[in-house]
């Protein structure tokens, strides 16, 4: 029986056309972020399985893992994410390294889900984190960046809005404010992170339960909290939480941003994200779309997991933007680019002409240009038809009386025009549209 060509589940192949895209999502997120003083690093994909026991969430390291015992007996798991990794590697050499610490990645993550929009069980991951910044102006700087990436992208601001959280205030609502113990606490962030997975009366009733009897008879806990989960601006919410120094700083944060032009940035009290490392200020991009409402990115300042490993603790603050959720959202709103081919220009060679090009084609490829050659034994017609079909715009036709290297004869396969050109003039021709590689 033959081999079946479909690839493993949730992954992808990348063809060369699929493979350009990627690329210039991964450029776009490389020139923006390095813009702003990060630095590239990378790991293997294989991490001990101890580093997201700790802070992973838990869906993650339960039932999304992809994990084995090695042949040494050791328990390993392909990454699902960065942040455990980066985090011990700043850890490693916690004294040695200058603070601020500006690194970026783009890893490849692996999670067991349920394939579908949006969700794969490989996807690339661009990953931003700054160490060293405890004050606000580390979030601001992240969130700026983020948003840095989208205009990169060409996307407008009424395209998206960010949703802003601080895990600190989530907690002083639910423990202070509302009195809940830890417990029903932990149930009831975890609850909010799933409330859009489900019709809202469930999730009232859900939250209902989850709360001790006594405080919902006599405090009205749960439609307290409700009212809470619906505001839309810090300023609704009631004034004991508005005046705690890190609900100021959540507001400091917004109105930073607006004052940088940023006015898509609100406030979200339902926000969570469901790592349990973050400690403080939480973000996560979202589609307005109707077609593809949902979030594309986000991130969020974890102060404590440096410190996990036993160092002095490192405050941090970053993201983590998925390749393919950013292509479901440039699709969504057209703003994918065309990608033009890599390679500038196919000779085609008339007759048994293999070694005479040569010297013309290592001139070519002297200067810049990417240059095939179709040395089959296939007729003229048939060379420039497949030129056509693979979609490099220009052909050089190389034969006996056709060109030497002051008279090239070349074809522009988009009309069809054929022409002889000076050595210079084909140079500057077939490569006049690949200063980015970008043809829209
Ligand atoms: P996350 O929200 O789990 O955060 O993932 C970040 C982004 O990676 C998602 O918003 C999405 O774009 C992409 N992503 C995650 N899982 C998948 C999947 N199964 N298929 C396709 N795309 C996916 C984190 O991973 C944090 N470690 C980010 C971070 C970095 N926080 C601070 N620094």
């Not at 580093?51 to 090695?70: C, G, M, N, P, R």
């Not at 990436?149 to 639910?174: E, G």
């Not at 349990?276 to 979030?295: G, I, L, P």
């Amino acid at each position: 029986m033959a081999l079946d060509t479909t690839p493993y589940k949730g992954v992808r192949d990348f063809y060369p056309q699929d493979y350009k895209l990627r690329q210039y999502i991964f450029d776009t997120w490389r020139n923006t972020v390095e813009k702003f003083g990060y630095e590239p690093y990378d790991a293997s994909v294989i991490e001990g399985i101890d580093i997201y026991l700790a802070k992973t969430s838990e869906e993650i390291v339960s039932e999304q893992t992809y994990s084995f015992t090695d042949r040494g007996g050791r328990q390993v798991v392909l990454r699902p994410e960065m942040t455990p990794t980066v985090s011990r590697m700043v850890a490693q050499r916690r004294q040695e390294l200058a603070y601020p610490l500006r690194w970026y990645s783009i890893p490849n993550c692996w999670r067991y889900e349920r394939p579908q929009k949006g969700r794969l069980r490989e996807h690339w991951q661009l990953n931003v984190d700054v160490f060293g910044i405890q004050n606000v102006t580390a979030d601001i700087e992240i969130i700026t960046v983020a948003n840095e990436i989208m205009k990169a992208f060409k996307a407008t601001q009424d395209m998206y809005t960010i949703r802003v959280n601080s895990r600190q205030v989530v907690a002083y609502i639910l423990s202070d404010y509302l009195g809940l113990e830890a417990a029903e606490a932990t149930t009831i962030i975890r609850l909010i992170d799933r409330m859009n997975k489900m019709e809202y009366g469930e999730f009232a009733g859900l939250i209902s339960a989850a709360i001790s009897p006594s405080l919902r008879e006599e405090k009205a806990t749960d439609e307290k909290l409700l009212t809470i989960l619906k505001a839309r601006t810090i300023k609704e919410l009631p004034q004991e939480v508005q005046e705690q120094p890190f609900t100021k700083e959540l507001q400091d944060l917004l109105e930073s941003l607006k004052s940088q032009g940023i006015q898509n940035a609100v406030f979200d009290p339902t926000l969570m994200r469901g790592f349990m490392y973050y400690t403080d200020v939480v973000f996560e991009v979202f589609d307005t779309s109707t077609e593809n409402n949902r979030a594309l990115f986000g991130g969020g300042r974890y102060d404590g997991l440096v410190g996990q490993f036993g160092v002095e603790p490192v405050p941090t603050v970053g993201f983590g933007m998925g390749d393919v959720t950013i292509k479901d959202f440039l699709e969504t709103h057209k703003l994918l680019p065309k990608v033009a081919h890599t390679v500038h220009a196919t000779m085609v060679l008339v007759g048994d002409m293999y070694q005479k090009a040569q010297p013309l084609l290592a001139k070519l490829r002297q200067e810049g240009a990417h240059i095939s050659v179709d040395s089959t034994d296939r007729k003229l017609d048939k060379k420039l038809k497949s030129v056509a079909k693979s979609g490099v715009r220009y052909a050089i036709i190389f034969g006996e009386g056709e060109s030497n290297e002051s008279n090239i004869t070349i074809k522009d396969l988009s009309n069809g025009k054929q022409e002889q050109h000076s050595f210079e003039r084909v140079v500057t021709t077939i490569m006049a549209n690949s200063k980015n590689n970008l043809l829209d």
